[in-house]
């Protein structure tokens, strides 16, 4: 068959837009393929010179080819109809794969994945084993007799976890006018997507929450003037990938709180040093990663450090933050090996960040771990019934992602949003930095708790809507007034932004339904069609240490605003929501392209001060790569 091999030839481009030059050009040169696929490691990093041999069956007759610098094989014009793959590598498991049908005007694809050979995965742990310092719990001091005592780690490689995601679907606004969903302004999600695609992969489907994608980005919203601890602006225009509905941006401002209006705080580093932590890019980037936010403390500032692995323990106690030197030092002592006793660190964290708590300042856990707990309290749910009790107390918990390959993802999140705190994935120092630093306000002093949202959508305006991202954030219509339901949590200076796309009233379009009731007739009041309200926008939130909530109410009305005369917010976080949609390969992303993406973030790029709109704009067109390669 005539393939266009324009879709090999962009391969070779990847690298180039991974250090972000710009994309020049293409192959014109068009070959008939036969076999064509992809070969890569568990992480879905292609792998390089693999030794691909096609055989046909039943015959002696084979061929062979290598994989290119990013793992893709071709074999061309092959004259039988029925082959086996082998797959060859030093240092992986070889891999046959058989009945192979080669048909005419077909191409058979065949993308797989090399098992690293136990006896590698050996060494590299050894490796890392000399410079161990840290086993069972007790630091100790590197020694030619504890490193041949030191436990040997082998790592696990394919047992990432993510939650399964069920998108919200269209509601009708006359059965379901109530929208009700805590805030979120978690950020993981988004720098876990980075990770992937900047090793030339496309992420796992339920690694995408889209709301985080969207509220990685900070966004041009007014600051508050009254008493409230945010602002919140409204915008509604067309809908980008589905022209006939209509698209609605809130955004949420929070206030920023002045240097000398900072609470002190008493913070507790708890690091996971056990033996799956002990790659490069965990231990090392996770020290990295502390130290910069170290340098960032005042004086009335204290840290403590817990560290846990076979067993838990406190490695600094807590110290003020005038004594840099000391806490960087203990932090570069730590070494990672044994197993996880998650569940002992974090009580022994929750201990001592009690033990030094401040009255009226910010107390907080900080966790840095892959989340993978699996020795003492391990049960998510366990952990948290111990998290929500010390919530309670005034102990908020920060979670910070490190590494890949045995990341636990959902209990990362699950126990930030549970602990009143954030939660973020580290995938680098610049990351770290914009934790740590540019960030720094928002990540670690709250200035609103249990944030929640509730919309009541006019049915004589709204025949459908649906809440784009936030399934993990849902809650029942009857939590918004309960004040002792959690929600979640606004920082200094964080921005929240929440999209809903729209089905006008009238529009012919199906949506899901339900049969007639028997005992109620639901009608829409005259009223409804009197009023421009579009929806009624409702928000409670509670003061950092009160427990009484306080209620805003905010009429929305459409002015009929078109895509082209949006802010750039608008569009930026419509591209953001798109491309999420398109990486869980949604059913509601309608006529969304990487090329429509890519035209609308550019469009809404703004003001890029730390380059990360720009960054994404990147993203995608790796996206778009990788997309092709995959078809």
């Known amino acids: 068959m005539e393939v266009n091999m324009r879709k090999i030839g962009l391969v070779l481009f990847i690298g180039i837009l991974l250090c972000f030059t710009p994309f020049t050009g293409e192959s014109k040169e068009k070959a008939p393929e036969s076999i064509k696929g992809r070969v890569t490691d568990i992480f879905g990093n292609g792998i390089s010179g693999v030794l691909v041999k096609a055989t046909a069956s039943g015959t002696n007759k084979a061929v062979k080819t290598q994989t290119d610098a990013y793992g893709v094989f071709v074999f061309k014009e092959l004259s039988f109809n029925l082959y086996a793959l082998t797959f060859e590598k030093s240092g992986f498991k070889s891999t046959v794969v058989k009945d192979i049908r080669v048909e005419n005007n077909k191409t058979a694809k065949v993308n797989i994945q090399l098992e690293m050979k136990v006896s590698e995965m050996k060494l590299e742990a050894e490796e890392a084993g000399k410079k161990r310092g840290f086993l069972g719990g007790i630091l100790s001091t590197p020694s030619s007799s504890a490193d041949a005592?030191?436990?040997?780690?082998?790592?696990?490689?394919?047992?990432?976890?993510?939650?399964?995601?069920?998108?919200?679907?269209?509601?009708?606004?006359?059965?379901?006018?109530?929208?009700?969903?805590?805030?979120?302004?978690?950020?993981?999600?988004?720098?876990?997507?980075?990770?992937?695609?900047?090793?030339?992969?496309?992420?796992?489907?339920?690694?995408?929450?889209?709301?985080?994608?969207?509220?990685?980005?900070?966004?041009?919203?007014?600051?508050?003037?009254?008493?409230?601890?945010?602002?919140?602006?409204?915008?509604?225009?067309?809908?980008?990938?589905?022209?006939?509905?209509?698209?609605?941006?809130?955004?949420?401002?929070?206030?920023?709180?002045k240097t000398e209006d900072l609470p002190p705080s008493n913070l507790v580093f708890l690091i996971d040093v056990s033996g799956s932590m002990s790659s490069e890019n965990k231990i090392s980037l996770l020290k990295s990663a502390f130290k910069l936010l170290v340098k960032q403390l005042g004086s009335e500032d204290k840290v403590s450090l817990v560290v846990y692995a076979g067993a838990a323990g406190l490695v600094l106690p807590s110290t003020p933050g005038s004594k840099k030197e000391k806490i960087i030092e203990a932090i570069d002592d730590l070494r990672a090996g044994g197993s996880t006793a998650g569940g002992a660190g974090i009580k022994l964290a929750y201990k001592v960040a009690m033990e030094n708590f401040i009255k009226g300042g910010?107390?907080?856990?900080?966790?840095?771990?892959?989340?993978?707990?699996?020795?003492?309290?391990?049960?998510?749910?366990?952990?948290?019934?111990?998290?929500e009790e010390k919530r309670k107390q005034g102990i908020f918990l920060t979670t910070l992602g490190f590494g890949m390959g045995n990341y636990k993802d959902h209990r990362m999140e699950q126990l930030a949003d549970k602990g009143n705190g954030n939660y973020y994935y580290i995938d680098s120092?610049?990351?770290?930095?914009?934790?740590?630093?540019?960030?720094?306000?928002?990540?670690?002093?709250?200035?609103?708790?249990?944030?929640?949202?509730?919309?009541?959508?006019?049915?004589?305006?709204?025949?459908?809507?649906?809440?784009?991202?936030?399934?993990?954030?849902?809650?029942?219509?009857?939590?918004?007034?309960?004040?002792?339901?959690?929600?979640?949590?606004?920082?200094?200076?964080?921005?929240?932004?929440?999209?809903?796309?729209?089905?006008?009233?009238?529009?012919?379009?199906?949506?899901p339904?339900?049969?007639?009731?028997?005992?109620?007739?639901?009608?829409?009041?005259?009223?409804?069609?009197?009023?421009?309200?579009?929806?009624?926008?409702?928000?409670?939130?509670?003061?950092?240490?009160?427990?009484?909530?306080?209620?805003?109410?905010?009429?929305?009305?459409?002015?009929?605003?078109?895509?082209?005369?949006?802010?750039?917010?608008?569009?930026?976080?419509?591209?953001?929501?798109?491309?999420?949609?398109?990486?869980?390969?949604?059913?509601?992303?309608?006529?969304?392209?990487?090329?429509?993406?890519?035209?609308?973030?550019?469009?809404?790029?703004?003001?890029?001060?730390?380059?990360?709109?720009?960054?994404?704009?990147?993203?995608?067109?790796?996206?778009?790569?990788?997309?092709?390669?995959?078809?």
């Not at 805030?183 to 997507?193: L, M």
């Not at 707990?373 to 111990?386: A, I, Q, W």
């Not at 339901?485 to 920082?491: I, R, S, T, V």
């Open 429 to 511: 120092l610049l990351e770290a930095k914009k934790v740590f630093i540019d960030d720094m306000r928002g990540t670690l002093f709250t200035i609103a708790k249990d944030v929640k949202i509730q919309i009541e959508f006019n049915p004589a305006k709204v025949k459908a809507y649906r809440l784009i991202g936030y399934e993990n954030r849902m809650l029942k219509k009857e939590d918004f007034a309960d004040d002792t339901k959690d929600a979640g949590e606004l920082g200094s200076g964080h921005t929240v932004t929440v999209l809903y796309e729209i089905i006008p009233y009238g529009s012919k379009e199906e949506i």
């Open 513 to 631: 339904g339900v049969d007639e009731l028997k005992y109620q007739n639901t009608k829409i009041s005259p009223e409804a069609f009197k009023t421009k309200e579009l929806l009624t926008l409702k928000l409670r939130y509670k003061q950092p240490d009160g427990e009484k909530s306080k209620l805003i109410v905010y009429p929305l009305v459409d002015k009929n605003e078109k895509l082209e005369s949006s802010s750039y917010n608008f569009k930026f976080s419509a591209a953001v929501a798109q491309f999420g949609m398109l990486l869980r390969d949604s059913e509601f992303k309608g006529s969304s392209s990487y090329e429509s993406i890519l035209k609308l973030a550019k469009q809404g790029k703004g003001s890029d001060p730390f380059g990360y709109r720009a960054e994404f704009i990147k993203l995608v067109e790796i996206g778009s790569l990788l997309d092709e390669l995959d078809k």
């Open 149 to 257: 005592a030191a436990p040997v780690y082998y790592p696990d490689f394919n047992t990432e976890e993510y939650e399964r995601i069920y998108e919200n679907i269209y509601l009708d606004a006359l059965i379901n006018p109530l929208s009700t969903f805590s805030i979120d302004v978690d950020t993981a999600s988004y720098a876990n997507i980075r990770r992937f695609i900047k090793r030339n992969a496309l992420p796992p489907k339920d690694a995408v929450r889209i709301e985080e994608m969207i509220n990685y980005f900070s966004y041009d919203y007014p600051l508050p003037k009254g008493k409230d601890p945010f602002s919140i602006i409204t915008e509604i225009s067309s809908c980008p990938w589905s022209p006939s509905h209509r698209l609605i941006h809130i955004g949420l401002q929070g206030k920023k709180l």
């Open 362 to 387: 910010n107390n907080r856990v900080i966790l840095a771990t892959d989340g993978d707990f699996n020795v003492g309290v391990s049960s998510t749910s366990e952990l948290v019934r111990m998290i």
